[in-house]
């Protein structure tokens, strides 16, 4: 979906120069290039001089159809694509009216139980035109087979009413799934580590996980794989010095996932993408978006032997730090958002959400969520750090920060690997420990004073408590979404859904791909939770070590 807004960056001068007049070139500094390996300083040559960053804002909240109608409000409003945020039943696999979602469903994000939801969630946004993120990972692999059969439905909806034969069909089907872009996070390592939606034991995870990077390689190969999220660990309270550690520990253990599964390094290395958070310490900040993209580089190349230079690239999405928004004083929020907003876009993001200053208080209004991406908007086509690519690139601070990072970074990323990798140092419990330390620590000079959070524990004058209205949830969402859950079931073929459960079972105890059959599950109206549940029983539940 073009917008005029979109149009014009598409379309960019090709004269860069300043408000004076006075020439610009693309990059500045002698050695190392934007666009060349390890990529500190950018995967494109151009960056943003060619297009600029994705402007995506996370959304999603009660039912679909609500969901629905804040999409369509900040295309509108210029925004470059959709991100889902699903509520915490559907998180966790679960339906609606299972006794565990009580008062649960439509709080976080949107509730997506069955394929019906997931029409009205997309009515009228036209999948084969716009890139679609989706924060979902324990249940990603169903979460992505019902975007693929809503995609092929609004296919088949434009087919004229010709006489197609089953073949041809299927292959303008296959056609526009092969075209369908987007990303679906399905980081389970993370959940593991720091944020706790987890749903199945590890080792069965990653099956999902590998299944899920085989099936696009061959179906939806221009669909990110995997969004490798170092975001849930800084939220967490991590360091920036382990969020890229971590993150990059879990993405060693993705790859080798993917290569014990008998898949080429060059083949899937290209659909991998990251997620990263920004917070407030702008310079380390930069600096650590230019340390990641180069010890990921050297990562891929050096362990890895991947040759092609798109399997080196670490492209990203950064969000703005949820946990460094205020309650106290909430229009301060927009100046911290702006801060870490130039971190993002100056250390070479490939999209970004920011967030809405009252996101501590509630849901964003439309208010906030407009000035969050308006925010955005005014770095994009007002601050002229778009003209020059890497323009930090050589600053003494910076390029000093960066090394240190990575130095950082690495030494850990080496004890992990002592431990085994990733998926062992989570089973012991040591990633979560190293987290939760770092967390008390930067807590505990919040509360010394030591580290000044404004509004907060300093220059406390001045409370506001408004940012422009409050968001308001029908409190009928959960009782709408069970009746919805009723008739759904009410009018399927429930015994071709049931067989097709069975199918699933035999799949996920067996070694062939689950996406096929999770596909065939969701067209036939077999519901998240039953397909949750059904994994559940294939594969047990993941219980967690106790961290002291």
């Known amino acids: 979906m073009t ?33 060349a390996f390890p990529f500190t300083r950018g995967v494109h040559p151009n960056m943003y001089r060619s297009r600029f960053w994705t402007m995506r804002q996370y959304a999603g909240f009660a039912t679909a159809q609500e969901s629905n109608a804040r999409y369509k409000y900040l295309l509108a409003q210029g925004q470059m694509g959709i991100s889902v945020a699903f509520d915490l039943p559907t998180q966790l696999a679960m339906d609606a009216d299972d006794p565990n979602s009580a008062g649960e469903v439509g709080k976080v994000g949107v509730s997506i139980s069955t394929l019906d939801d997931a029409r009205e969630l997309f009515d009228g946004i036209p999948l084969t035109k716009i890139s679609t993120s989706m924060t979902i990972n324990a249940p990603a692999t ?18 004229d009413d010709r006489r197609w034969t089953t073949e041809e069909i299927d292959h303008r089907l296959s056609s526009i799934v092969y075209g369908l872009r987007g990303t679906v996070q399905n980081d389970i390592l993370k959940e593991y580590a720091a944020r706790g939606l987890y749903v199945f034991p590890p080792r069965q995870s990653m ?103 798109r399997s080196q690239m670490l492209r990203f999405h950064a969000q703005t730090g949820g946990s460094t928004l205020a309650a106290q004083q909430v229009t301060n929020n927009v100046a911290r958002v702006t801060i870490q907003a130039l971190a993002a876009t100056l250390g070479g993001c490939q999209s970004l959400h920011t ?9 964003p209004t439309e208010e906030a969520a407009r000035t969050a991406l308006r925010t955005q908007q005014i770095i994009a086509h007002e601050s002229g750090i778009t003209d020059v690519a890497d323009p930090l690139g050589g600053s003494h601070v910076i390029e000093y920060l960066t090394d240190e990072i990575e130095t950082r970074a690495a030494a850990l990323i080496k004890q992990i690997d002592e ?24 807590q505990r000079d919040v509360e010394s004073k030591k580290n000044v959070i404004v509004g907060v524990n ?29 008739a759904w079931r009410a009018q399927r073929d429930n015994a071709q859904a049931h067989a097709l459960m069975d199918k699933l079972a035999q799949t996920a105890q067996g070694k062939d791909n689950v996406m096929p059959v999770m596909i065939e599950c969701v067209e036939a109206g077999v519901t998240v939770g039953e397909i949750g549940a059904t994994l559940r029983k294939a594969f047990g539940e993941y219980q967690p070590p106790t961290v002291i």
Request: glycine fraction near 8%; proline fraction near 3%; charged fraction near 25%.
């Open 207 to 309: 099956r999902l996980v590998t299944d899920l990077f085989a099936f696009c390689q061959q179906h939806v190969p221009q669909w990110n794989t995997i969004s490798i999220s170092g975001y849930h660990i800084r939220e967490a309270g991590s360091t920036a010095v382990q969020e890229v550690a971590f993150t990059l520990a879990n993405g060693i253990a993705y790859v080798q996932g993917a290569l014990d599964a008998g898949l080429n390094v060059d083949d899937f290395a290209g659909q991998l993408s990251f997620f990263f958070n920004a917070h407030n310490n702008f310079l380390e900040e930069v600096a650590k978006f230019r340390a990641a993209r180069r010890l990921w580089a050297k990562i891929m190349r050096d362990r890895f032997g991947a040759k092609d230079p």
């Open 419 to 442: 431990m085994g990798g990733a998926v062992a140092a989570i089973e012991r419990g040591w990633m979560q420990s190293q987290i939760a330390d770092a967390s008390y620590m930067f």
């Open 142 to 159: 169903i979460l992505l087979a019902l975007y693929i059969a809503v995609a092929k439905e609004q296919e088949l909806k434009t087919m």
């Open 458 to 486: 300093e220059f406390t004058e001045g409370e506001s408590k408004s940012a422009g209205g409050k968001f308001y949830m029908n409190p009928l969402v959960e009782q709408r979404q069970r009746e919805r859950l009723a």
């Open 3 to 35: 917008t005029p807004a979109k149009k014009r960056a598409q379309e960019r001068k090709e004269k860069f120069e300043t408000s004076s007049g006075i020439p610009l070139d693309v990059a500045y500094g002698d050695g190392e290039q934007p666009g």
């Open 355 to 363: 967030n809405g200053m009252d996101e501590a208080l509630q849901l």
